[in-house]
């Protein structure tokens, strides 16, 4: 009996993660509640939220600075735009003009113009075209 009872909990939580995850690629539908209704032991329903207007309102979007701004091209670009790059300042500007051509932005590791810390800030800031 215990272990029927514990499979049986086991699917369905496995079906309410299931369209839990589903209803988050779902497109947006206007919220829906359910009315207050009388129960057959004369008890009220309050009223409760969809799954998907919780999951919405819960639902955090990560706001970083990097999608928020335009890719430097780290073979065409100033020395003042390579500057503003977070932990770059002047001398790693000089160092990144001095280093050019790169084919591709993980050449700032390669070619050792930037350390990985340094590379872990800027890799999302920097292109190579």
Same mark, same amino acid.
């Given at each position: 009996?215990?272990?029927?009872?514990?499979?049986?909990?086991?699917?369905?939580?496995?079906?309410?993660?299931?369209?839990?995850?589903?209803? #988050? #690629?779902?497109?947006?539908?206007?919220?829906?509640?359910?009315?207050?209704?009388?129960?057959?032991?004369?008890?009220?329903?309050?009223?409760?939220?969809?799954?998907?207007?919780?999951?919405?309102?819960?639902?955090?979007?990560?706001?970083?600075?990097?999608?928020?701004?335009?890719?430097? #091209?780290?073979?065409?670009?100033?020395?003042?735009?390579?500057?503003?790059?977070?932990?770059?300042?002047?001398?790693?500007? #000089?160092?990144?003009?001095?280093?050019?051509?790169?084919?591709?932005?993980?050449?700032?590791?390669?070619?050792?113009?930037?350390?990985?810390?340094?590379?872990?800030?800027?890799?999302?800031?920097?292109?190579?075209?």
């Amino acid at each position: 009996m215990k272990r029927t009872l514990g499979i049986t909990l086991s699917a369905l939580s496995l079906v309410l993660v299931a369209s839990a995850a589903f209803a #988050d #690629d779902a497109p947006a539908t206007p919220a829906t509640s359910a009315p207050a209704q009388a129960t057959t032991d004369n008890t009220t329903k309050t009223e409760t939220t969809t799954k998907t207007e919780t999951t919405k309102k819960t639902m955090h979007h990560k706001s970083s600075a990097m999608s928020k701004h335009a890719k430097v #091209d780290l073979n065409s670009a100033s020395k003042e735009d390579l500057a503003k790059l977070p932990g770059v300042g002047d001398d790693g500007a #000089d160092k990144i003009i001095a280093a050019r051509p790169f084919k591709t932005r993980a050449e700032l590791l390669s070619k050792k113009v930037v350390t990985r810390s340094e590379y872990k800030k800027i890799h999302g800031w920097v292109s190579a075209k």
